[in-house]
Every structure is written in C-alpha cells, then in structure tokens.
C-alpha cells in the first residue's frame, strides 16, 4: 500500500470511530469526567449522602471555571478564578456540603461566592440558598454564571459577609469558603437552633482548620474535621 492510500485509510477509520460515538473532535465528555470525579475523588474518600453525590454529578462545573481551565475543570485541586482568589477542589466542596447535613427547604447562607460552584451544588439540595461575595467583580459574574445555569433562585450579594444577612436570618446552616481568624460572632447569632456551620478557621498564610459547629440552644459544640487551605476571609475597609 502506498503511503497515500495508508494514510486515506486511516483517515477514514477514524471518521467512522468518531461518527459512531456521536462525538466531534475535541468535544470533551463532561457527564463522563463528572462521574469519575465523583467516583474517584470524593465517593473513594468516603462522601456517603446521596443528594451530595448527586448533585456533584450533576452540576456543570465547567460552567464556573475560566474558560482556560475547561480541561482541567474536573481535576484534583482547587483552580484560580481571577482576583487571587480561587474555585475550590471538588472533594473539599463534597465534603463541607455532607457536614452541613442539609435538607429540602433548609434555609442556606454562604459566605464567599468566589465563582458560583458551591452555591449551585447548595441549590441542587434546597431551593433557600443566600450567598454573600465581598469582591464586586466575582459577584457580577457568579450571578451571571447562576443566571445561565438556572438557578435563577439563589439570592447573590455584594458586602461583607462577616455580618452574615440579618433580614433573612436565621439560618438551617452556613458555610463558609475563605479562612477567618475567628468565627465571627453574628454568623453564630444567625444559627437556627439545631443548625450546622462549617467553616474554616486560622491565621492567614498558614494552614487552617475545617470546624463543622452546631447550634444547640445558646452553646455550640465543636467538631474538628481536617486540615484545609483556603484563602484569607477579607474585611470591607
Ligand atoms: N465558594 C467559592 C469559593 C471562592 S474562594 C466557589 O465555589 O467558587 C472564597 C471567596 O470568598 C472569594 O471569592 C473571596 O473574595 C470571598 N471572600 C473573602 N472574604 C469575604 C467576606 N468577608 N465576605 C464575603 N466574601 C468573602
């Protein structure tokens, strides 16, 4: 066979290949990366509650990343989203989301917008989701990203998320994505009694601690969860 018919061949075979999986070239499967994040990173770590996983394997993650990052959007790690700071990896989102112990109409506040992930895997399980941003730009653009992807009922806004959201507390559970020094007081006050925090907790630059807190009348009891690196929790000047 000459090179030319070798080469025509292979050509040929290879457009049949790609007509039978229905795919064109360079179109990423992103059902089938879901599922291996899901198997691989976070069930295989020990995620057990069903409505985390589904949601994990539903929510388009590669919505909320930059478009630079779209291949490695369902990796191991954390990836940058603009103004330093950063999407968090998915087992980490996996694993805060299962402590919050959430349910169906639970009322959810977040702190920490950053690209809109967190607050959509939270709106797959309830539809009371608030989510607070500090850095104007990331909020605009989480909102939009929220919009396109129809969660158009996950309430955004820009501010310090330090003083939680008083008109709507109080709340089934909280969840904080960037590292405080300490808790701060009026997210403990916004607490429903029974309710869950979890939230990262230390000194900027060093590594932090994941707490996951609940409320149980005026005391709160403490379970320290693992070790995290999450960006520092900034405050409005
Ligand atoms: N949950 C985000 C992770 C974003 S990283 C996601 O799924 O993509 C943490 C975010 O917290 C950053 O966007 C940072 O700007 C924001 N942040 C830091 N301090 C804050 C504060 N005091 N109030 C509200 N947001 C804050």
């Known amino acids: ?46 995620v057990k509650d069903k409505k985390v996983l589904e949601a994990m394997m539903k929510d388009p993650r590669n919505r909320f990343v930059p478009e630079k990052y779209l291949r490695r959007a369902y990796g191991d790690y954390p990836l940058p989203i603009g103004e330093g700071q950063t999407i968090s990896q998915p087992y980490v989102v996996a694993a805060m989301t299962e402590l919050l112990d959430l349910k169906e109409g639970d009322k959810v506040l977040e702190i920490g917008t950053g690209s809109g992930y967190q607050a959509a895997i939270l709106g797959e399980i309830t539809r009371e989701v608030y989510t607070i941003e500090i850095i104007d730009k ?14 158009d009922y996950i309430v955004t806004k820009v501010g310090d998320g ?52 609940k409320k149980a009348g005026e005391t709160f009891k403490m379970n320290n969860i693992m070790g995290v690196a999450f960006v520092p929790f900034k405050r409005a000047r």
């Not at 030319?4 to 007509?19: A, E, G, P, R, Y």
């Not at 916004?190 to 996951?212: C, S």
């Open 1 to 46: 066979m000459t090179r030319l018919s070798q080469f025509l061949k292979l050509c040929f075979s290879m457009i049949v290949m790609l007509s039978l999986s229905g795919k064109a070239i360079g179109e990423i499967d992103y059902q089938q990366l879901r599922t291996e994040m899901v198997e691989t990173q976070i069930r295989a770590r020990g």
């Open 138 to 151: 990331l909020a605009r653009r989480a909102k939009k990203t929220l919009l396109s992807q129809n969660y």
């Open 162 to 213: 330090y003083f939680g959201w008083e008109e709507h507390a109080p709340f089934d559970a909280i969840i904080v994505t960037a590292a405080p020094a300490h808790i701060p007081p009026p997210l403990k006050k916004q607490l429903k009694d029974g309710g869950r925090m979890v939230i990262p907790v230390g000194m900027p630059g060093a590594y932090q601690t994941l707490w996951q807190v």
